[in-house]
């Protein structure tokens, strides 16, 4: 990053929590509880039909663990929306790379 500055709004930070809020609109139960699980599949089941089959046949081969591929899609899903940031304006840190975390408008 320091050594192309180009990169600076390519190469994002994100939260999954935060994106999953912004989806759904308040904060979900524990990604750790069936209930969380399940309301996380289906919201990204409702932008990208049948991705919770993909992430069970995923996780069966790769065995990784089902709540870090829903972290990981709802994040690749994200970069598909406008895109806002906190703060608003971004701080720079002493290489001059801004310090925000980004989420989707929706």
Same mark, same amino acid.
């Given at each position: 990053?320091?050594?192309? /500055?180009? %990169? $600076?709004? #390519? =190469? ?5 929590? @935060?994106? +999953?809020?912004?989806? $759904?609109?308040?904060? *979900?139960?524990?990604? $750790?509880?069936?209930?969380? #699980?399940?309301?996380? *599949? ?8 049948? #991705?919770? &089959?993909? @992430? %069970? ?6 065995? @990784?663990?089902?709540? &870090?591929?829903? &972290? =990981?899609?709802? *994040? =690749?899903?994200?970069? +598909? ?7 608003? @304006?971004?701080?720079?840190?002493? $290489?001059? #790379? ?5 989420? /989707?408008?929706?």
């Amino acid at each position: 990053m320091r050594e192309n /500055p180009s %990169f $600076y709004d #390519i =190469a994002l930070e994100s939260h999954p929590e @935060i994106c +999953f809020t912004m989806f $759904y609109g308040q904060p *979900l139960p524990s990604k $750790y509880s069936v209930e969380g #699980i399940d309301i996380r *599949l289906k919201l990204l089941d409702s932008y990208l039909p049948k #991705i919770s &089959d993909e @992430i %069970f046949r995923v996780h069966e081969k790769l065995k @990784i663990p089902v709540h &870090d591929l829903v &972290d =990981a899609s709802v *994040l =690749a899903i994200s970069q +598909f929306f406008e895109l806002q940031s906190v703060p608003d @304006i971004p701080q720079f840190d002493e $290489y001059g #790379i801004p310090m925000r975390i980004v989420y /989707p408008k929706v």
